[in-house]
């Protein structure tokens, strides 16, 4: 797929990895719709990107919001051509530590955003990319691209539910690529290792140097535009579906 012109959603679009991919397909002359509950940052990042960008306040997880989301978006735009699925929470928790319990409800939280969220909005997406007449020439509708973790294969202690929602998503990617070959819409997953986002930035200096030095090479944390160049590659190349990449630089996280 040329990016170009084309439409994309990408949610979590206003802090790090979101608002990146956003930043990355707008500069490749894409227009991006940024959906994010966190207004201030999201309506920054459209103010800096300007034309062709446009931020929306959604909850993914909320059905009626995301009903409401798609229906203006066929309205204003008419077609849609990518879904970058980047929002999520990564709690952490013992299921049995000196806290006690690990919560239900924060649990079944983790699980609604990451993976609820995300298929809340894909389920969307299918059915208007569906829609899209395509040029001359033009082999696909649309991509989808999901975000898993390395903690989906390497999940650390206290990451019980972040590792369950994560490993969630990198199973939905080949049902979900085979389902939706039949409109052409290709569905591929990212698997990050450490990204250098406002989660880590707050960590003080020694821990991230820390985390980095545990990275076989390059020895340091990723940076967002990494995935979002990632990203973009993913979606220029119509031979990648149904598969998880992982970008973490060789890392193998340990048990803590
Ligand atoms: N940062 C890392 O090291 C790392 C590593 C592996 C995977 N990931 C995954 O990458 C994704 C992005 O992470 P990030 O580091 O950019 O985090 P981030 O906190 O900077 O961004 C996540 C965004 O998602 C938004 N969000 C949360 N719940 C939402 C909801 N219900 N509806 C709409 N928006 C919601 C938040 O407001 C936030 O802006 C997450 O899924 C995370 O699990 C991150």
Do not use: W
Request: hydrophobic letters at 45%; a neutral charge; one cysteine or more.
């Amino acid at each position: 797929m040329n990016v170009a012109g084309k439409v994309f959603i990408i949610t979590g679009g206003a802090s790090g990895l979101g608002a990146a991919t956003a930043t990355h397909l707008h500069a490749q002359g894409a227009r991006v719709v940024m959906l994010d509950m966190n207004q201030a940052l999201g309506l920054a990042l459209q103010q800096q990107l300007g034309a062709n960008s446009q931020f929306c306040a959604v909850d993914v997880t909320d059905e009626a919001q995301v009903a409401a989301f798609f229906q203006q978006l066929e309205q204003d735009y008419g077609q849609l051509n990518g879904l970058i699925n980047c929002a999520g929470i990564a709690p952490s928790a013992k299921v049995f530590g000196r806290k006690g319990l690990h919560e239900l409800a924060m649990f079944q939280k983790v699980l609604n955003i990451n993976v609820s969220g995300t298929f809340n909005m894909l389920r969307f997406a299918t059915a208007l990319m569906s829609k899209y007449e395509r040029q001359a020439g033009e082999e696909e509708r649309g991509v989808i691209v999901n975000t898993a973790s390395v903690a989906a294969y390497d999940g650390q202690i206290g990451q019980v539910a972040y590792a369950a929602s994560k490993g969630a998503i990198v199973s939905m990617t080949l049902p979900l690529a085979r389902e939706l070959s039949q409109y052409a819409i290709r569905v591929m997953t990212i698997a990050p290792g450490i990204m250098e986002t406002p989660m880590l930035k707050g960590m003080p200096q020694n821990v991230q140097d820390a985390l980095g030095e545990m990275v076989p090479f390059p020895p340091r944390l990723a940076k967002p535009e990494e995935f979002a160049q990632l990203v973009t590659q993913i979606c220029e190349n119509a031979y990648l579906n149904g598969e998880v990449i992982r970008l973490d630089g060789a890392i193998r996280m340990a048990a803590k």
